[in-house]
């Protein structure tokens, strides 16, 4: 059920990232069905994160941090929870069986191909997509779910096609835009990239069984993207215009609001607008670091740097209290590859690396509620 032949010269193997039944199958696959080219689901960014794990270090985090890229690889990871859940189960590491598919294929000294996007444009996209309330929803994951034994087992995943069309529809129902990008783009992108393949000889594609009958579909069908549509998937849309006006135009009311009221000599307005602005901005930074069980000198870095950063919009609370973090409870190797497994909720919180991840995510997410309460509150107390 896991194998669909579009021709002759062209077999799809649909299988579990996680599973060494699915990679004994790509290696016999590679063995028997003799391709010329071996297409994998993967990009050169995931590859490398397969095959040298050890390049994710504290210096690889503290540059996530001060990227802002700490809430695409939280996203990241909730994504592939479920799916990792199921490798530890089988004792895999997630992607072995791509891997499998590429060591035969190089034992053969076939060409190896690598047909899926690049994962920081899929996440970037897919996150760009979710609306406020998707974004929620997976941020509720983080903080509300709790860790459940999971009883899907992957032989019954790449047995029953109806499970895999379940757990397809659940991504959907959680974050729609996410489910677009993750699985109906991706799609259309392996399917034009194995299409290429076509003309250079007989080919093997080891893809994600939840990728099968779309991939297989737009295959038969020739339902395949042109160069166009191809830069199009490619293309990371700039933020909305408006969240730039919101993003510069808080900073410049309140600062405009604070030199106004100077102006006017209102000593006692000026200052209860000061001490609001500092013990909202402070106390709700803080909470967020807090709720994160980050370290004492992460939540006071928080709680000082809120208040100066919500008014520069190239700053983040966030960041300097993730870098603390990072500083005062530097995550050991063991740490950050139990991390990368990733088979239980609570390693948010126990993992350093996790806790480093969220200290900075609820930090940041805890001055902005705080920017705007104060905001409003001092604009209410002048009005």
Known sequence: MTVVDIDEN???????????????????EVEEYEPDIVAVELCKSRLGA??????????????????????????????????????????????TDLLAAIDAAKDAEKNVALVD??????????????SFREK???????????????DVKVDELLENTD?????????????????????????????????????????????GAGHLEGVAERLRCGDVADEQRMQDLKHIAPPNPAWKIVKWGIPVLMVGLFAWIASQGDVASLKDAAVTWLTLNAALAALGALL??????????????????????MLAAGWFAGLVQLKVAAPS???????????????????????????????????????????????GSLI
């Open 163 to 207: 499970l895999i069309t379940q757990m397809m529809d659940e991504l959907r129902d959680v974050a729609p835009g996410a489910g677009e990008v993750l699985i109906d783009e991706r799609d259309e992108y392996l399917a034009a990239n194995i299409q290429k393949l076509r003309t250079e000889g007989k080919v093997l594609a080891v893809i």
């Open 292 to 313: 994160a069980r980050g370290h004492p000198f992460a939540i006071l870095t928080a709680a000082i740097a809120s208040p100066i950063t919500s008014l520069n919009p």
């Open 10 to 28: 062209l077999r799809l193997l649909g299988t579990a990232h996680i599973s060494r039944v699915s990679a004994d199958a790509a290696k016999r």
């Open 50 to 95: 397969l095959t040298q794990p050890e390049h994710f270090d504290n210096e690889t985090l503290g540059k996530v941090l001060r990227e802002g890229k700490a809430p695409l690889v939280l996203f990241q990871s909730m994504m592939a929870l479920e799916q990792r859940k199921l490798g530890l189960a089988e004792g895999e590491k997630p992607g």
């Open 136 to 150: 929620w929803r997976i941020i509720s994951v983080i903080l509300f779910a709790e860790d459940e034994d999971d």
């Open 117 to 130: 996007r690049d994962i920081q444009v899929t996440l970037r996209r897919a996150w760009r997509k979710m």
């Open 333 to 379: 190797t063991k740490e950050l590859q139990e991390f990368l497994k990733l088979d239980q909720l609570s390693l948010f919180w126990k993992n350093k690396v996790g806790r480093v991840l969220l200290v900075t995510a609820l930090a940041n997410l805890g001055s902005t509620a705080g920017a705007w309460i104060a905001g409003s509150a001092i604009i």
